[in-house]
Structure formats: C-alpha cells, structure tokens
C-alpha cells in the first residue's frame, strides 16, 4: 500500500504560491467561459487564498481533511455560480491541474507495478489529500497507472487522517487483508511509518526531501526507488519461511516433549499399579500361608 506524495509521485519542494495562482488562473477563466459570476481576478484570487488558509487552519485543529471540491461548490453556489456536477468537477481538477504538472513518477514505474502486481499482490493507495478523489483519479489514469490501484482510500473521506490509526485500520478493511501482511511505503516517519507499524503492518520508507536528515532507525527498512520493492519483499518473504520453519521445529520439539512426558506418566503410573499389585498380592499370599 502506497502513499502518494513523494512516494508514488514525486512533488518535491512546491512553490505553493505560484502553483496557486496558477490554478486560480485556470479555474478564474473557466468560470468566466462558463458565464459565471466570478468578478475581477484579483478578488476572486485573494478570496480563495483566504478561503484555503482557513480550511487548512481547521484541518490541523481538527485532525481530519476537508473536502475541497464540495468546498468549492458550496462556495461558488452562495455567489451565484450555475454548474452542472460535470463542470464542477472540472473546476476540481483545474484547481490540482498545475500541480499534477510537477509531479514525477519512476521511469518504468508502470513495469515495477506490473511485477508486483504479477507477484499476486494487491495494491493499493492510501493518503492524506483534500484533492478529490475524481482529480487523483484522472491524474493517475494520465499516468496510466490507475488500474493496478483498486483499492484507493483518500483521508478526506474520513473523520481522521494520518498519523491516526484509524486510517491504517480502515485501509486494512478496504483491501481485504490482514495487517501484518500488508507493507506500507511512505515518505514521512511521521505520519507514515510509525503509525502504519503500530497498526501491525509492516513499512518501508522512500527516500524524499520529507525525510532527508531525519534520524532512522536500523531496523526500518529504506528505498530509494520503488523500483527496488520486488527485491524487498522477495527478501520479507524468505525470512517469513525461515521464522515459519523455526517456529514450526519449536512447535514439533514442544509436541514432542509433550509427547515424551505423557508417555513417561503412562510408564510412571503403570510402574505403580504394578508396585501396588505386587504389594498387594504379596500381602493376601503372606496372610494366606499363615492361615494354613
């Protein structure tokens, strides 16, 4: 199960300023072509600005993402904008547009998801976004990697969102597996490793700028590429079949011990029955001779 920011695609650094008036650029002149009551372009900027500034102010008070795109038509509807569920869509999209523009996936990424997939594994995405799930969608189809991804949980959907377990545990249910069975690949240490460890799965930690010059520990293994997954879980598996076999030769020891001393009180018991027959007969055969 992947992340998605500088996991599965690189971002790097944003300049969110520019990327912003960009997208407010793009969706400003839709809802102009649209014939939307969108006002002058610096206004209809600044107050968007505003608008993302103060949504984020309650994420972080909260703990949970908000859902920009119903953001946006709840907002765009008190100032009079008439769009079909289509055209809002596309006003969501032209607000992520930009930066999708910068994100960068692997060369041949679409052959190392195309291997794990044909290691019979199931794929899947889990990540904190405010971006619409139709957006993240259609930029992933783009990159043509959309379809080994059935399973796609996206934090605005829910009450909470990384680093709360819930999430974790809520992606667990979505992709049908138990968690120790499931390796999750993040960037942060933070929001992604530890929680997702504390959830009972297991974690790798892509190599990014979120995590450059932070202490990790030994134990936690690292990539630098996604390319090098297969390698790594090839390698999980083959100390899984160890610990398996180990345990499995601890478990026929214990069995036979249990064994071994079961029989043992068997031979201890029939050693004194037959003590007390002895004793026994060698009583009544004692009395009898005195008897004669």
């Known amino acids: 199960m992947f992340d998605i920011g500088d996991t599965l695609l690189n971002f790097g650094r944003i300049q969110t300023m520019r990327v912003f008036r960009q997208s407010a650029r793009l969706t400003y002149d839709y809802l102009v072509k649209m014939g939307q009551p969108a006002g002058n372009f610096p206004w209809y900027c600044l107050r968007n600005l505003i608008a993302v500034r103060l949504w984020n102010l309650w994420s972080d008070f909260t703990g949970r993402d908000f859902d920009a795109l119903s953001l946006l038509k709840k907002s765009g509807e008190k100032r009079g904008f008439k769009l079909v569920e289509e055209q809002w869509r596309e006003v969501g999209w032209l607000w992520y547009e930009p930066l999708s523009r910068i994100a960068k996936v692997e060369e041949n990424i679409k052959e190392t998801l195309a291997l794990l997939s044909g290691m019979g594994l199931k794929l899947g995405i889990l990540s904190n976004t405010f971006i619409s799930a139709g957006s993240l969608d259609r930029h992933l189809a783009q990159l043509g990697i959309l ?40 960037d942060r240490l933070d929001n992604d ?8 799965m297991r974690a790798v930690l892509k190599s990014a700028y979120t995590n450059t010059g932070k202490n990790v520990p030994t134990d936690i293994r690292k990539i630098d590429r996604i390319a090098e997954l297969p390698g790594i879980i090839e390698k999980i ?16 020891e214990h069995r036979r011990r249990r064994t071994e001393d079961r029989i043992q009180k068997v031979e201890d018991r029939r050693d004194f029955l037959t003590l007390i027959d002895t004793v026994f007969f060698s009583h009544r055969a004692h009395r009898g001779h005195r008897e004669i």
Not at 156 to 170: L, N
Not at 193 to 200: R, S, V, Y
Not at 240 to 247: A, I, L, M, V
């Open 147 to 186: 379809d080994f991804f059935p399973c796609r949980v996206y934090s605005y959907q829910f009450a909470f969102r990384k680093p709360d377990i819930r999430i974790f545990e809520s992606a667990t249910d979505r992709i049908g597996e138990a968690a120790e069975n499931i390796l999750f690949v993040g």
């Open 193 to 200: 490793i530890w929680p997702a460890l504390k959830a009972g």
């Open 237 to 252: 598996n083959r100390d899984d079949g160890r610990q398996r076999t180990e345990d499995g030769g601890q478990k026929t």
